[in-house]
């Protein structure tokens, strides 16, 4: 990413800050009595009219914008303004008659001073005319702001750049100090999702350019831990000892598991309407007891398998937050996971639950926010059917919840992560994750590189499970490699577990070289039974 980004420039009015530039005001032939009232130039001749010009600041800027769409000229007599010649240095300008309104188009002019003059023949009050000097300034300020890297996602960040003839800067809707020579500085109090810098000159013409601010998720080493297994004291107490013990510095909590259950008090109305909070923990109490230990507390959040939403939804008569079969019956996602597993994701109410389960878990102080099963059930998509969706791709459509999401994680001071299934990263419309468009929109990508998932042959590994290394090494390279254009990292969920193969310290051991071979010092270890092998792991320095 270049070190600084520079803007496409648009011409916004800003009648507000007129130009304090001087007035010229050249009558012709004519005795007259001048006034200038709120911006608005008024001649009043001695046998004529009155006339009025509007559109131009009191000092007689014309903008990008007035010069788009003209200046005004009116009469108290609408008649006097019929015939009316208009020139611009001598030249006839298109004119716009509206009842007593006479609206001169300004567009083509070239910035610099031109001399306007509205001249009528006369009428039962006698000729009039008005001449006004104009400058013409279109030119929007040159804008630039230089990348900034933050140190914290809960602390104050400071944006730099340059704003070449600008009078005002503003990021995300700070105002900025401006020097003499056009640099500027604002401190924001939180590093923003996303921050735009507006600078504007004295004649209201205005320039933009996004700030771009990076904060990195530090090295991250976690074990998941569900939310009954979290109120285990037998399952709990080991965890803590590997943070103790520095071979961890954070744990992986479920917020919502594939059940649809939120393992503490949630708040969120519909959570509690449909019964999906269960209260297994305190999650105040449990973010107080991992901090002390020395970690950080991972909220996942599985999305779209949601069994618990989506029988109350089709039970409530909510059906389009269902997935629902071409034919309007709700799609049962195949024997694998049972009738009513998966919620629609391009359903509004759908996304908004996961929008406000993000949000409070934010605010509790959970530091990450991880979502998994956030995609389409597997399956030919022809026999899906999702209400709502229109003509937006599945991919487009979850990237986009995705970014909203990370804009309110961002707001309380928690990173964004996203799990993905392994094969996604060459097969992004298999269940709509396209890693590509996901690591534009998040802090990092959790990729499920599991060597007993993959298939015989994968990445030319005859037997993935029984050589854990290689398919973990060469798996990863191709998520480096995709996401390399992006600020998103990579932090694995790697195989703690044994399915058809033994895994114990040596194989889990393994995969942790790999990700390291490809630089990648993260990593999340998955056990449905949360018992991890803290042989494979090694103190942190």
Known sequence: MSASSTSSASADSSRGRAARRPLVILLAGVLAMVLVVG????????????????GASAGGVVNADVGKHGVEVTAPDGESLHGAEVTVDGKRMPVRSTGRHLTVGLSGLRDGTHELKVASEGSMFGGSELTRRLTVDTTPPKLTVADTEGRSLRGPVTVKGRAQDATEVTVAGRKAHVAKDGTFTVTLPRPPAEATAVATDEAGNTARADAVITVRRPELRAVHVSGQAWASDQLRKPVLKLLKEHKLNAVQLDIKDELGEIGYDSKVPLAKKIGAAKGYYDAKKAIKEIH???GSVVGRIVAFRDPILASASWKDG??????????????GGGSKYGSLSFTNFADKEVRQY????????AKLGFDDIL???IRRPDGKISTMSFPGLGKTSPEDSIAHLVAQTRTVAREHGAFLGVSVFGVAVT??????QDIGKLAEQTDYIAPMVYPSHWAAGEYGVSDPNSHPYPITKKSLADF???TRHTDAQIVPWLQDFSLGVSYGDAEVAAQIRAAADDGIHSFLLWNPAVRYHGG?????E
């Not at 909510?318 to 799609?331: A, F, I, K, N």
């Not at 097969?427 to 709509?432: D, L």
């Open 39 to 54: 911006g608005v130039l008024l001649v009043r001749q001695h046998s004529g009219v009155d006339f009025q010009l509007a």
């Open 480 to 482: 480096v490699k995709k």
């Open 427 to 432: 097969r992004p419309k298999e269940i709509a």
């Open 292 to 294: 002390a230990a020395g």
């Open 371 to 373: 979502y998994d099963y």
């Open 318 to 331: 909510h059906r389009d937050r269902v997935v629902q079969t071409p034919d309007g019956g709700p799609y």
């Open 536 to 540: 494979a792991l090694k103190p942190m």
């Open 354 to 361: 996961h929008l406000d389960l993000a949000t409070e878990a």
